[in-house]
């Protein structure tokens, strides 16, 4: 061999393990995490800094656990619920500041408009907040997480169980657009499945203020169960004019989208006996209680699902970052979708390649103000829905990663 | 009055705009570029809306519906139905500017407090129908707007040419302003702001003038939309809402109503505050903007460029 093609060979090997050598590696030694929710307007409550300092915990976590060979930064965006804002923060923060992955993105539209950008950046979506299917159906793509929880679950795991405990009759009051139609639709069927019978619905203009004419028709439905189909205010306006107008103790309430803010901004008056499906109730379990108890020290309010499930995410991320070794999007994706998620939050939680993460959810129902007996004891857990019900069943998927 | 200042802006405008022209050239060297197209989109729909309140003095309190009704037609048509995204923003803008046809008929029979709520519950219509309909995606938006390859041939996801594309919509779209304003069109219009009584009894058709400034502010801020949607990728709720007819308003009076940068400086303003405080403040962000407004309201009511060229204007004087 001639010493020039022994140089060439040489130089070509070298070459190949540089390369090897920078994809085993994480980028500047940093993995940096964004935050991008909404901390001013409506969601605020249920994710908003909570889930900063939810991310921020994750990490402290992460770093005195598992003593990681990299340095991790965390940085957190106000989206204003405004898909524009967020868009050019998250296409910044890929192009500019290095961000390994866009976390939370509470707000459909501002989810939708995240992963389109991250898929084009090659970077990583984790969303704690978002609630509707179409993330993991038709808009699904490679690099997205959709973690806590679903308008799917939520609205199957309400109606099914509550119709299962005999609330056979249901009349459903609807936002009159398209999310609140589907969670009307989602969950008629589900009624009708279990064996029961749907009387009727009636849609409410979005967003609504006064409810009294729909309620009035509801209660003269005569139905068992009142299907709340719609969300943050609206919702909160028809459980307080429900009681009010003396609905509630005879028929009550189904939440299809409540948090535990919400049964805390309400009170238990207006709420008590109201089911509703959740990803995470603090009182549940030690495990969960002691987690609890340390967001509370800081935040002065016990965690949301979607904050739990942020700092869930967060910590699955940076293991399977430290597991594979790298912060390149494609093997971290793996890694995250080959292990299980065992925490406080999820047992044996999995992620699916629709990018749906399955975990149990729960039905709660709330309690009376006589049986709560310290502060934020809202909850008695009824059920647990085991993970493989509780999500949208792979065979339904409309999402074209699925291989059917 | 304006004989001192008109003769002194004359002198100092070509190099004023030409100076605004060469930032603009190199501004996405120096800036984050996707930051200062927001920037120019938003600056270009201000303008228009200047255009009505600031020459025309009619305060219309619906501009969102043409800047979202263009975003979205501009979005159904790149995406669905596949032209190239100069069609797309052509499409957006006459879309806008029929639609501001339809606006404008209606609301200039009526002036004043009545007006603004006209087209106030016009712009309502546009925001309830695009959030029940289909196909505009309702509360999830209109999502993944190819940007597509200009006449066919130049990609604009490139971040380079998109920008120049954004760049060039914004200067036709500030040239056609200006010529609005300095011609005799632009007179009448400064006429009929000034006293409509007079200006009809010299024998103008009011109702025309109006109509036609109200078209073509419609027209333009469409044509912001449009290219707004073809930056993002997205049309989304927003920019139908009536917070957005609100911002502009802002946008308008931060910068400085009745001149002709004001709006553009103010966007600017707005857009730069937004997207910079929503690291550092957070939940803050509101409220420094409603500080803010009142700030403006209260101590420099001239705006930013109009406090400056009243100072030039003194500076000159004495």
Known sequence: ?404 | MSNNKDSMLFNITPFLFGGLFLLGLVAPFMAYPVLVMKILCFGLFACAFNLLLGFAGLLSFGHAAFLGTAGYICGIMVRDVGVTPEVGILAGTLAAGALGWVFGVLAIRRTGIYFAMITLALSQMVYFLVLQWKVTGGEDGLQGVPRGHLFGIVDLSNTLSMYYLVFAVFCLGFFIIHRTVNSPFGQILKAIRENEPRAISLGYDVAKFKLMAFVISASLAGMAGATKTLVFQLASLTDVHWHMSGEVVLMTLLGGLGTILGPLVGAGTIVALQSELADTVGSWVTVIMGVIFVLCVLLFRRGIVGEIQALVKRAGIH
């Open chain 1, 1 to 404: 061999m001639s010493n020039k093609k022994l140089t060439t060979l040489a130089c070509t090997a070298a070459f190949a393990m540089m390369s090897a050598g920078a994809q085993a590696q994480i980028s500047g030694n940093v993995v940096k995490i964004g935050v991008l929710t909404d901390l001013s307007g409506t969601y605020s409550d249920l994710s908003g800094s909570g889930a900063v300092l939810a991310t921020q915990m994750a990490i402290d976590d992460f770093i005195a656990k598992e003593k990681p060979g990299f340095k991790i930064e965390m940085v957190s965006a106000d989206h204003q619920n405004k898909a524009d804002i967020a868009s050019t923060k998250a296409r910044e923060w890929f192009d500019r500041e290095g961000v390994d992955t866009a976390t939370e993105l509470v707000t459909t539209s501002v989810a939708l408009a995240v992963m389109k950008v991250a898929k084009e950046k090659d970077k990583i979506a984790l969303m704690s907040g978002p609630a509707s299917t179409p993330i993991t159906n038709e808009e699904c793509n490679d690099v997205t997480v959709h973690y806590t929880y679903d308008t799917y679950a939520l609205a199957n795991g309400t109606a099914k169980a509550v119709t299962q405990q005999g609330g056979k009759t249901w009349f459903f009051l609807t936002a009159d657009y398209a999310f609140g139609q589907s969670l009307e639709a989602q969950s008629s069927a589900v009624v009708t499945a279990n064996g029961g019978k749907v009387l009727g619905s009636v849609r409410h203009p979005f967003p609504g203020s006064d409810f009294s004419s729909f309620l009035l028709k509801a209660q003269a439905s005569g139905a068992q169960v009142i299907g709340l189909a719609n969300a943050g205010a609206d919702t909160a306006n028809s459980i307080k004019q429900a009681a009010e107008f003396g609905i509630t103790p005879k028929q009550s309430l189904a939440g299809l989208l409540m948090f535990i803010t919400d049964v805390h901004s309400l009170g238990l008056k207006p709420t008590q006996g109201m089911y509703l499906t959740t990803g995470f109730y603090w009182d549940r379990n030690e495990e969960t209680r002691a987690w609890s108890k340390r967001f509370f020290a800081k935040q002065k309010k016990m965690p949301t699902m979607v904050q739990a499930g942020q700092y869930s995410s967060v910590y699955h991320y940076l293991l399977a970052v430290k597991a594979a070794g790298t912060d390149d999007t494609k093997k971290v994706m793996a890694m995250m979708k080959k292990t299980p998620i065992n925490d406080f939050f999820a047992k044996n939680g999995r992620i699916r390649e629709d990018g749906r993460m399955i975990h149990d959810m729960y039905l709660v129902q709330v309690k009376k103000p006589s049986e709560s007996q310290y502060p934020w004891d809202y909850y008695t857990v009824k059920a647990t829905i085991p993970a493989d019900e509780a999500f949208q069943p792979l065979s339904q998927s409309k999402c074209p990663l699925v291989k059917k």
